[in-house]
């Protein structure tokens, strides 16, 4: 059974910096592409950042290019979020999702998000 | 960047009722189309992806069509647990891969 778990969201200053994790089980998970996609409060969803199959290719939002890094350890089945300079509008919960090989970039799995909040 | 909009934002339906919602893309997507369900508090759940393919344990009211820009999600007879919000998704070519504003189906 495939399962995605995040956690490292916490309450944040503006400006501040945090890294989300999302722990993967019950698939082979060097294989598939990643992604992080948010939901702001009571909005709609947002797709942040990808990892693409092969691990090396990366994909960013506009709106968080230049301050969120993608990544992934192989060892142990995690895919990160790392979040600098962090802004009131990255307020979010953040999802984790596999994407299947083939159609591109959709999501057949998701996390149950984790909650960040940037506030002073 | 594609930008994906929905019709309606929200509706108002009884049990039973034929839904649709659509769901119109800014440039051709060919077929790279997805439907996903969201309740409140939970994660987003896979419905359609490739215009009209009905992913595994999804209930067979739900369909969906379209080609190119204008796409369509259809719930045959309405049931209590699809109250939720839609949200419609491409995952063509490049990034971003972008969802519409969603459309809540409410109870009337």
């Known amino acids: 059974e495939v399962q995605l778990v995040e956690s490292g969201g916490d309450l944040v200053q503006p400006g501040g910096s945090l890294r989300l994790s999302c722990a993967a089980s019950?698939?082979?998970?060097?294989?598939?592409?990643m992604s992080w996609v948010r939901q702001a409060p009571g909005k709609g969803l947002e797709w942040v950042s990808a990892?693409?199959?092969?691990?090396?290719?990366?994909y960013y939002a506009d709106s968080v290019k230049g301050r969120f890094t993608i990544s992934r350890d192989i060892s142990r089945n995690t895919l990160y979020l790392e979040m600098n300079s962090l802004r009131a509008d990255d307020t979010a919960v953040y999802f984790c999702?596999?994407?299947?090989?083939?159609?591109?970039?959709?999501?057949?799995?998701w996390g149950q998000g984790t909650l960040v909040t940037v506030s002073s | 960047d594609i930008q994906m909009t929905q019709s309606p934002s929200s509706l108002s339906a009884s049990v039973g009722d034929r839904v649709t919602i659509t769901c119109r893309a800014s440039?051709?997507?060919?077929?790279?189309l997805n439907w996903y369900q969201q309740k409140p508090g939970k994660a987003p759940k896979l419905l359609i992806y490739?215009?009209?393919n009905v992913q595994s344990g999804v209930p067979s009211r739900f369909s969906g069509s379209g080609s190119g820009t204008d796409f369509t999600l259809t719930i045959s007879s309405l049931q209590p647990e699809d109250f939720a919000t839609y949200y419609c998704?491409?995952?063509?070519?490049?990034?971003?891969?972008?969802f519409g504003q969603g459309t809540k189906v409410e109870i009337k």
């Open positions: 019950g698939f082979t998970f060097s294989n598939y592409a």
């Open positions: 440039q051709s997507i060919s077929t790279y």
């Open positions: 490739g215009v009209s």
């Open positions: 998704q491409h995952s063509y070519s490049s990034p971003p891969w972008t």
């Open positions: 990892l693409g199959d092969g691990g090396t290719k990366t």
């Open positions: 999702a596999k994407s299947p090989h083939g159609y591109g970039h959709l999501f057949h799995y």
